[in-house]
């Protein structure tokens, strides 16, 4: 079979195919491939937070021929490569019936990507998303380029202060030691494009990334050629101050434009994830005009190629800028097509006679897309609501913004435990069978999965993640300076009831809810037979003291006498950090105010685990609950109070907590198992798995927006 494998591929030597499948990120949802970097050094594996690239860099020529030689090795080695170019060579995929329908991929627009920890250019349920997005489009064969920035400082490192205050540091990353490749002209020297930002040129060469079938093309300033404060325009996700923002949107959008065009590349449509790209639409509303129509049909030829996603259901969070900002950054873009300033701010402006209106980015992508969606029901009907002064003749139901609830890429978030218990019980193509209802209709009962070996899957689970949280607060203990009354290895209890709470600290999602009543709490964390405990983690934004208040109270708590060890706090949350906790929470805690969380996806994340989600009426678990694979707290509704609300659902949370979740957790058969636990468990994988999941939310963009009707 092995001298199969090698004959059939061409004649590249094994190193080189091990280096090339480093530089895809394919292997970041196969847990074979990223079983053969760890093995090949663990400690770089660890310390360079699971990259192949550095591995590979760490392994010399003569040290992996040798390994090589090691033959279950090289068993292990050639499966994966076998696997990994038969992905890439496949015909067979779900978009392939449709590829007439494309006259060109889709470019996919995105301010951060959230593929794998090891590429930090992403800050959170943004990134991760478009990340999910891009890896589905792959599997399902859609032609797909993604756009975004390489961030040379990504986004920040946190470190928690003994006072409980965020801490935050910027390492900076070397592109060559990431899986990228830069992109050169055909006559071999680097791509340089540029775009104008009031009057300079700013230069910007690309980097490509490999995500499967799918590429990403990254946009870099980091160049001699420009001036010192463009050169680090690019240096970290979000960064800066206003200037800093609006000068990434312009090279985002206008110029992730303009290297499509350099690489003879006609997407068939422009997808705009979130406002932060929407300059993309005046770069292609120049090109029209120059090309010699007139500012009507100019526009009619961009809404034609545009769709917008929007994510943002406060008002706060939408990218404005002001008419000055506007003239002083873009004021070539004017010269350039003859438009007057009004006409161009009018793109940006609700009432475009309205002189002191600021410029929205939301605005101006709705403007231009011919179609435009939210990221779940409610929030598209939040959305509907919030623009429709947009549409002045229509009612307010009439908007045209419509909704497709966020997934994510199950085959990347189930651990390499998931991933081996489900090829056994299901078959290695269980991947390719994430839409497929009935199939994972055959969970109900036990002739696939006994309920012992569910529960044995989530004590299993449940051990790693205490082991990987004792290990964590070792090296968080290690590098403060706090006094710690509680040893890290009696943090956690592999028996008790685990609840995580990993996100954001945006001051909206309300980490701090659940401890409103704090004696009652400390109650049920020390109950003699049926405790709880709490993992929690999460980043705030630089900027965000509120948020940062909120989690300098989570440290306060997890430092309480009568709490300390059953209430932990990881640093520095990111991909991996999220990977084990949704692999090993019984439940999933989510508690937005409500209608503010537009859709989240971290509780999906944890199904395929057999965790069960404890959460608000709000996102995706509005439509997902259905009354027994989950809990909700309170009711689908919200008060304007906010007092009031936060009263409310707090009372709604410890009704649930003491009347429901915790006795069905601690309700035991003569084997030790919590039967009408099991029984949701199964609930929840067979009506949730096969909706909250990318190749479904793909499959729905396809269809209902990327091929014209
Ligand atoms: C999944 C994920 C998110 C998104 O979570 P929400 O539910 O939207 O809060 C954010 N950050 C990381 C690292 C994630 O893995």
Redesign the pocket.
């Known amino acids: 079979m092995e001298e199969d494998a090698l004959s059939k591929s061409d004649h590249r030597s094994v190193p080189e195919r091990l280096h090339n499948l480093a530089r895809n990120l394919w292997w970041t949802w196969n847990p074979q491939g990223q079983e053969i970097f760890r093995e090949l050094s663990p400690l770089t594996w660890e310390r360079s937070n699971h990259s192949a690239v550095e591995v590979l860099h760490d392994v010399s020529h003569i040290e992996l021929a040798a390994r090589l030689h090691d033959s279950d090795f090289l068993k292990k080695v050639q499966s994966v490569l076998v696997d990994f170019e038969s992905y890439m060579e496949s015909k067979d995929m779900w978009a392939s019936r449709l590829a007439t329908k494309f006259s060109g991929p889709v470019a996919y627009f995105s301010a951060e990507f959230?593929l794998h920890e090891s590429l930090p250019i992403y800050s959170?349920?943004l990134g991760?998303l478009s990340g999910d997005h891009t890896k589905s489009a792959s599997d399902l064969g859609i032609p797909f380029i993604g756009i975004s920035l390489l961030y040379r400082n990504g986004y920040f490192q946190q470190h928690i202060g003994s006072d409980g205050w965020q801490q935050e540091s910027y390492p900076r990353y070397d592109p060559l030691r990431l899986p990228l490749e830069l992109v050169t002209e055909e006559a071999g020297g680097r791509l340089l494009n540029s775009v104008e930002i009031g009057h300079s040129a700013v230069y910007f060469q690309t980097w490509r990334l490999l995500v499967g079938r799918a590429v990403i093309y990254l946009l870099d300033t980091n160049l001699p050629e420009n001036d010192q404060h463009f050169q680090s325009l690019t240096a970290h996700v979000y960064g800066g101050d206003v200037d800093t923002r609006i000068g990434q949107e312009i090279v985002l959008g206008v110029g992730g434009a303009r290297l499509l065009r350099s690489l003879h590349i006609e997407p068939s449509v422009f997808h705009m994830n979130e406002g932060h790209s929407a300059f993309l639409t005046l770069e292609l509303l120049r090109e029209q005009i120059k090309q010699g129509k007139d500012f009507q049909e100019a526009q009619t030829v961009v809404n034609a190629r545009c769709m917008f996603t929007t994510h943002t259901p406060v008002p706060a969070g939408h990218d404005r800028f002001s008419s000055e900002l506007l003239e002083h950054t873009l004021g070539r873009f004017w010269s350039d097509t003859g438009l007057t300033h009004s006409q161009l701010m009018s793109f940006g402006r609700i009432n475009t006679d309205d002189h002191q209106e600021l410029f929205t980015m939301t605005v101006l992508a709705l403007k231009m897309s011919r179609s435009a969606n939210g990221v779940s029901q409610l929030h598209g009907e939040v959305s509907r609501e919030m623009w429709k002064e947009l549409y002045p003749n229509r009612n307010v139901d009439e908007v045209p913004i419509g909704s497709i609830t966020n997934g994510?890429h199950t085959p990347s978030w189930a651990t390499a435990k998931a991933h081996e218990f489900w090829n056994k019980r299901l078959g290695v193509d269980w991947t390719a069978k994430l839409m497929d209802a009935q199939y994972w209709s055959k969970l109900e009962n036990g002739d696939l999965a006994t309920d012992e070996e569910l529960w044995a899957l989530r004590t299993i689970l449940r051990r790693d993640l205490v082991e990987f949280v004792r290990q964590r607060l070792r090296n968080q203990l290690l590098r403060s300076d706090a006094d710690h009354t509680v040893s890290v290895d009696q943090a956690l209890s592999p028996d008790a009831l685990t609840i995580c709470f990993a996100?954001?600290f945006a001051t909206y999602?309300r980490a701090p809810l659940i401890f409103r009543d704090l004696d009652r709490i400390i109650e049920l964390v020390n109950h003699p037979n049926h405790p709880m405990q709490f993992v929690f983690a999460g980043k705030a934004h630089p900027r965000d003291t509120d948020g940062k208040r909120f989690m300098q109270r989570i440290v306060e708590i997890s430092r309480h006498p009568q709490l300390a060890g059953r209430v932990v706090i990881i640093e520095n949350?990111?991909?991996n950090?999220?990977r084990h906790l949704v692999s090993g929470a019984d439940v999933w805690l989510?508690t937005p105010r409500r209608p503010l969380?537009a859709?989240?996806?971290?509780?999906q994340?944890i199904v395929i685990h057999g965790g069960l989600n404890l959460s608000i009426m709000d996102g995706w678990w509005r439509e997902g609950y259905n009354g027994s694979n989950g809990w909700a707290i309170g009711e689908d509704s919200s008060e304007t109070d906010l007092e009031i609300q936060d009263e409310k659902d707090s009372t709604n949370l410890y009704q649930a907590l003491t009347e429901h979740v915790i006795p069905e957790f601690y309700h035991r058969n003569d084997h030790g198992i919590p039967v009408e636990w099991i029984k949701r468990i199964r609930n929840a994988m067979r009506f949730l798995v096969p909706i909250y999941n990318t190749d479904r939310m793909v499959a729905e963009y396809v269809t209902r927006y990327y091929i014209p009707r």
Request: aromatic fraction near 4%; charge should be positive; charged fraction near 30%.
């Open positions: 959230g959170g349920g991760v994510i996100r954001r999602k949350y990111d991909m950090v999220a989510n969380e859709s989240g996806t971290s509780g994340k």
